[in-house]
């Protein structure tokens, strides 16, 4: 009698805490809902101009080969060049003084959703001076930001730029403000004037590489441009002796 | 009772969270504090598992033993209790380090986390009751 009086009298308790758990689901799946309402980037549509490019460079001013790569930050085969050959490229010719590397973004927005903020990430870090951590971050993290893994790639952005010291407030202004965007879209125009259609793209001299490079096959192209960088910077010779023309150095990049 | 409504509470606070972690919910409503900075920095997570989502077990589990501790069966068991205490200091000890990285290490305060720590301390103390309350009885059978 008694444990059946107790039992009646905690219904309303259970009743009203059952209700308590659908609220904090409604609570919950509202929250979730919400997610599709988060600002988005505007800048899919925007063009550049080559005149706003500016890409990111490596390497001595005077080094006697450019080298140019279009990138996209959440392609995975430039998230596979820049974990596994660039390292080799910085250090075998970029650091020995054979090259200089410029790094132009290529946003492929059409096909990859956190891209451009991904572009905007690292712009916001080039102004402390820190561009390249914060490129090398994002590749070696792209599963972790990229569009299939969240709508919300900003917080781990946030959480790259706190770990590598950077003032957050101030790349995080820059970011939310899209301060850069002229600059990223101008590197992407830059491409398009080039004939870039998809990424990695490298121009070594002055061939395009379009289907990626391994180590090897960019220092080849290096040596190969390096000789040809340093035949068109001889002084002319004299006019050959001979009644035939001078043979000239076949395509010359 | 109170230990579940409170349990319930700290559930949806860190289930909020965990789902905020894992890319479900967007952006984090914070109007006090800096949710994001604390949510995105390295100490979210806690042996490759997000703390949140910690805090989701351990809630579920206090939920789990205080309702269990309202059924005929189990009411007056001093084991249940005791159980539920220990969860609950386990817990606020985990919360109170929590919040000392907040204040003195991530230098910035996250508004949920907060709530979750307030809650965990008042379920302490129920539990704390609780186990005092079951003793009694107890001790007059």
């Known amino acids: 009698m008694v444990k059946a009086r107790r039992k009646a009298d905690r219904r309303p308790f259970f009743m009203a805490l059952g209700a308590l758990a659908l609220a904090g689901v409604a609570a919950l799946a509202y929250q979730a809902s919400k997610k599709s309402d988060a600002p988005k980037p505007s800048i899919v549509q925007q063009r550049g101009t080559p005149a706003n490019a500016k890409p990111y460079v490596l390497g001595k001013p005077d080094a006697p080969v450019q080298i140019m790569e279009f990138a996209d930050f959440e392609c995975p085969g430039c998230a596979q060049f820049a974990t596994i050959t660039e390292p080799d490229v910085r250090q075998r010719l970029v650091d020995a003084g054979k090259a200089r590397y410029s790094y132009y973004d290529f946003p492929l927005s059409e096909i990859h959703r956190n891209t451009i903020s991904a572009s905007n990430a690292?712009?916001?870090a080039?102004?402390?001076?820190?561009?390249?951590?914060?490129?090398?971050?994002?590749?070696?993290?792209?599963p972790n930001?990229?569009?299939?893994?969240?709508?919300?790639?900003?917080?781990?952005?946030?959480?790259?730029?706190?770990?590598?010291?950077?003032?957050?407030?101030?790349?995080e202004q820059c970011y939310d403000a899209q301060k850069y965007l002229a600059r990223i879209m101008g590197n992407k125009a830059r491409g398009d004037s080039l004939g870039v259609g998809g990424t990695p793209t490298f121009v070594i001299g002055k061939r395009v590489f379009k289907n990626g490079l391994t180590f090897d096959q960019m220092a080849a192209w290096v040596d190969s441009a390096a000789v040809d960088a340093r035949a068109a910077a001889a002084p002319a010779r004299p006019p050959a002796k001979t009644d035939s023309a001078p043979k000239r150095k076949p395509g010359g990049a | 009772m109170t230990i579940a409504v409170l349990s319930l509470l700290g559930l949806f606070v860190a289930l909020y969270l965990t789902l905020y972690k894992v890319g479900v919910i967007g952006e984090l409503t914070c109007s006090i504090g800096s949710c994001e900075k604390v949510q995105t920095s390295k100490w979210a997570m806690f042996s490759g598992v997000p703390v949140a989502a910690w805090g989701v077990a351990a809630y579920a589990a206090m939920l789990t033993l205080s309702i269990a501790?309202?059924?005929?069966?189990?009411?007056?068991?001093?084991?249940?209790?005791?159980?539920?205490?220990?969860?609950?200091?386990?817990?606020?000890?985990?919360?109170?380090?929590?919040?000392?990285?907040?204040?003195?290490?991530?230098?910035?305060?996250?508004?949920?986390?907060?709530?979750?720590?307030?809650?965990?301390?008042?379920?302490?103390?129920?539990?704390?009751?609780?186990?005092?309350?079951?003793?009694?009885?107890?001790?007059?059978?």
Not at chain 2, 103 to 121: E, G, P
């Open chain 1, 122 to 124: 690292a712009a916001c």
């Open chain 2, 69 to 141: 501790g309202l059924r005929e069966r189990w009411e007056g068991s001093r084991a249940l209790s005791y159980a539920l205490l220990a969860l609950a200091a386990a817990s606020l000890l985990f919360s109170a380090w929590l919040t000392y990285l907040e204040l003195f290490v991530i230098d910035a305060i996250c508004m949920w986390c907060v709530i979750s720590a307030l809650l965990i301390a008042c379920i302490f103390v129920a539990g704390v009751v609780d186990v005092s309350v079951v003793r009694r009885q107890t001790s007059e059978v």
């Open chain 1, 145 to 171: 930001w990229n569009g299939a893994a969240t709508d919300n790639p900003k917080r781990v952005f946030r959480t790259y730029a706190s770990e590598l010291g950077i003032k957050v407030d101030q790349w």
């Open chain 1, 126 to 142: 080039d102004e402390q001076g820190r561009f390249w951590e914060m490129h090398d971050k994002l590749f070696n993290g792209q």
